[in-house]
Every structure is written in structure tokens, then in C-alpha cells.
């Protein structure tokens, strides 16, 4: 199975920086028809998961652009600029490339 | 508005059977891969597996196959998960999504399992 392994587990911010999730497979996650699938949700706490970025770098419909994905074959990054109070919670990657799918151990953004 | 709501939950005893289902609305069911997914009390998500729109294949984490099973009734706009032999590790919230190649982009709100005697 593809391994995801996320970096930090918490990331403590003052809202209004910046904040950086490292997201590492442990293969490469480009598919053979080219594509990467490579995705990243936010879990509000008490709510359910919501999609923020597919295929790496695409933000899904009504994301802010200040949430921002990139990488390529087994290293991954979201970058969060300007955070703000909706912005907390726990982050996950997941890959749809490889069966079975995984998703990362999850970051957790919280205030300093 | 696209909607998922799953139903089914509750308390069971190790070793029964539950079936999971998830009602959709608001899109075309029969055009969708549809997935779940679920979360142990304070842990993170899980991969439990995924169908295809037709219902013609699945996917499952290794860990789930064998004693769950994903299938739909697109007639009924349901999706269910089969689940059986239990045990307190299954203790979790199930969530149901819509999955496709631009990712899972709606979910239902989850509801919860308790597996104890």
C-alpha cells in the first residue's frame, strides 16, 4: 500500500501568517495515464471532510486561492497564506492514484 | 443541491452484521464513483473502499475486504456498506462521498457505529 506520510502533525499559527504541510508518498503518485492524484481535505471540528485541492494543484469549486497545492511525483505541499479563523482544523492528503487509496496521518492547524 | 445522508448507525454487538446506507439527491447517482470512508473516535480518516458507477467494480482498503462490502441501487439513489463479523476496532464515524477524478467533493454528514457488548 502507498504510504502518506504528513509533516508536522500540529502546526501551531497566528492567524494572518502563513502555513506549510508537507505531504511524502512512499511512491510516486503519477498515474499511467500521466495525471497525479493527489488530493487534500480540511476537516472542520464536528464536521464532516471537504475537498480543497485535486490533482495536486486544482483548488475545488469555491476554495480561497490562498490555499494553494504543488509538488510532483512523491512530494506534495499546501500552502495556506494569510491564515484565517476558518481556516483551523486537520488537514489530510490523500492519493487516488494507487489501489487501495490511503490518506496522510493528518496535520492539525491550531493557534499558537 | 447535491445531498448525502446516511443512515443506519447505532450500537452492535461484536461479531453481527450491519448494512449502512447513504440516500443521495441532487445529481445524476448513476454517473458517479461514490466512496467510504470512515473515522475512529479522535483518530483520522480511513479509506474503507469505492464503486464504481454501474456497480460493476469496487476497491478496498485490504484491511476491510472480505467482511465489508460496497454496493448501490442506482434505481434508489443508495449507496450501502455491508458490513459484518464486527468488531470494537470498526468503532467509528461512516461517512459516504462522492468520488470521481477530481476528487471526493460532497460528503454526508457521517453517522456513527459502536461496536460493544
Known amino acids: 500500500d502507498v504510504v502518506l506520510t504528513q509533516t508536522p502533525v500540529a502546526q501551531p499559527v497566528t492567524l494572518g501568517d502563513q502555513a506549510s504541510i508537507s505531504c511524502r508518498s512512499s511512491q510516486s503518485l503519477v498515474h499511467s495515464n500521466g495525471n497525479t492524484y493527489l488530493e487534500w481535505y480540511l476537516q472542520k471540528p464536528g464536521q464532516s471532510p471537504q475537498l480543497l485541492i485535486y490533482?495536486?494543484?486544482n483548488r475545488f469549486s469555491g476554495v480561497p486561492d490562498r490555499f494553494i497545492g504543488s509538488g510532483s511525483g512523491s512530494d506534495f505541499t499546501l500552502k495556506i497564506s494569510r491564515v484565517e479563523p476558518e481556516d483551523l482544523g486537520v488537514y489530510y492528503c490523500f492519493q487516488a492514484t494507487h489501489d487501495p487509496r490511503t490518506f496522510g496521518g493528518g496535520t492539525k492547524l491550531e493557534l499558537k | 443541491e447535491v445531498k448525502l445522508v446516511e443512515s443506519g448507525g447505532g450500537l452492535v454487538l461484536p461479531g453481527a452484521s450491519l448494512k449502512l446506507s447513504c440516500i443521495v439527491s441532487g445529481f445524476t447517482f448513476s454517473d458517479y464513483w461514490m466512496r467510504w470512508v470512515r473515522q475512529a473516535p479522535g483518530k483520522g480518516l480511513e479509506f474503507i473502499g469505492e464503486i464504481k458507477p454501474d456497480g460493476s467494480k469496487t476497491n478496498y482498503a485490504p484491511s476491510m475486504k472480505g467482511r465489508f462490502t460496497i454496493s448501490r441501487d442506482n434505481a434508489k439513489n443508495t449507496l450501502y456498506l455491508q458490513m459484518s463479523s464486527v468488531r470494537s476496532e470498526d468503532t467509528a464515524t461512516y461517512y459516504c462521498?462522492?468520488?470521481?477524478?477530481?476528487?471526493?467533493?460532497?460528503w454526508g454528514q457521517g453517522v456513527m457505529v459502536t461496536v460493544s457488548s
Open positions: 462521498a462522492r468520488s470521481g477524478p477530481l476528487g471526493a467533493d460532497y
Open positions: 490533482k495536486v494543484s
